[in-house]
């Protein structure tokens, strides 16, 4: 009746060659999401992707999110950023929440997300009007961002030298 | 007997998946893929039902005989179990 994908999450590996695997068997992979480097679209462990690979020969275009595989630190991540670039054999890739272009390559880009859900409210990348209105407008203000989290970050280390703490001192990450 | 926090149900294409978010998916990486007997037991728990009702409405939508009904909802539930998605 059901078919379990579920493995040990203490095994990252493991859990990133499912993706892999359940792309391939099943077509789609359905998931949330971890950290914050999509928001505002996507929130940690909030909100619901679904991931299909790219038809034989299509490559991404500018504002397509990619689910990509990437060497961090020596160990396999599964990242969700978007296409801002698309070069011969290769995509820039940046995080909504990022200012750091990646270098992606063809071979790296595993599926594309297609639909989300953002709660319990359902978007279809490819035909929805206000997702394209936000991804565009998004990216059109990505140097008013760049220079807005510069000057947060030279702030930030100014203000440490006198013992502040941040906005959210204790707080972990995920 | 209820379904565990941050587990959801989700309509895909053709398909109906089962994922985690929020804490759960801490300790659960991966999707479930039901079928319509699925649907309507997982939307019975989410909703407070007892085994009994569920079994009513599986009777009903799909016309089966009860014992046939209690016997897939119950294997349903204990596959639901066996992953960690009820607070019994």
């Given at each position: 009746?059901?078919?379990?994908?579920?493995?040990?999450?203490?095994?990252?590996?493991?859990?990133?060659?499912?993706?892999?695997?359940?792309?391939?068997?099943e077509g789609l992979f359905v998931s949330t999401t971890v950290g914050i480097s999509m928001w505002p679209m996507l929130r940690n462990r909030?909100?619901?992707?679904v991931i299909r690979p790219l038809p034989g020969g299509e490559r991404l275009s500018v504002g397509d999110v990619p689910l990509y595989r990437a060497d961090i630190a020596g160990h396999r991540r599964y990242v969700l950023h978007r296409v801002v670039g698309v070069h011969d054999g290769w995509y820039a890739i940046r995080g909504d929440n990022c200012i750091t272009t990646e270098h992606v390559r063809d071979a790296q880009v595993l599926g594309r997300l297609d639909e989300f859900y953002r709660g319990s409210r359902h978007v279809t990348c490819g035909s929805s009007r206000v997702y394209r209105l936000y991804w565009r407008t998004w990216l059109a203000l990505w140097p008013a961002r760049w220079c807005w989290k510069h000057a947060r970050a030279l702030v930030g280390r100014f203000l440490r030298r006198f013992g502040w703490k941040g906005l959210h001192p204790g707080r972990g990450p995920f | 007997?209820?379904?565990?926090?941050?587990?959801?149900?989700?309509?895909?294409?053709?398909?109906?998946?089962i994922i985690a978010t929020g804490e759960a998916s801490k300790t659960f990486q991966g999707m479930i893929r039901v079928n319509e007997t699925g649907k309507i037991v997982w939307s019975g728990l989410a909703d407070g039902q007892t085994v009994d009702q569920i079994v009513d409405k599986v009777t009903a939508e799909f016309d089966v005989e009860r014992a046939k009904a209690a016997a897939d909802v119950e294997t349903f539930i204990g596959k639901m179990r066996e992953n960690g998605f009820l607070d019994d």
């Amino acid at each position: 009746m059901t078919d379990a994908f579920g493995r040990d999450p203490e095994s990252t590996s493991v859990a990133g060659g499912d993706i892999e695997r359940v792309l391939r068997e099943e077509g789609l992979f359905v998931s949330t999401t971890v950290g914050i480097s999509m928001w505002p679209m996507l929130r940690n462990r909030r909100d619901t992707i679904v991931i299909r690979p790219l038809p034989g020969g299509e490559r991404l275009s500018v504002g397509d999110v990619p689910l990509y595989r990437a060497d961090i630190a020596g160990h396999r991540r599964y990242v969700l950023h978007r296409v801002v670039g698309v070069h011969d054999g290769w995509y820039a890739i940046r995080g909504d929440n990022c200012i750091t272009t990646e270098h992606v390559r063809d071979a790296q880009v595993l599926g594309r997300l297609d639909e989300f859900y953002r709660g319990s409210r359902h978007v279809t990348c490819g035909s929805s009007r206000v997702y394209r209105l936000y991804w565009r407008t998004w990216l059109a203000l990505w140097p008013a961002r760049w220079c807005w989290k510069h000057a947060r970050a030279l702030v930030g280390r100014f203000l440490r030298r006198f013992g502040w703490k941040g906005l959210h001192p204790g707080r972990g990450p995920f | 007997m209820k379904v565990k926090q941050g587990f959801v149900m989700r309509d895909v294409a053709d398909q109906t998946v089962i994922i985690a978010t929020g804490e759960a998916s801490k300790t659960f990486q991966g999707m479930i893929r039901v079928n319509e007997t699925g649907k309507i037991v997982w939307s019975g728990l989410a909703d407070g039902q007892t085994v009994d009702q569920i079994v009513d409405k599986v009777t009903a939508e799909f016309d089966v005989e009860r014992a046939k009904a209690a016997a897939d909802v119950e294997t349903f539930i204990g596959k639901m179990r066996e992953n960690g998605f009820l607070d019994d």
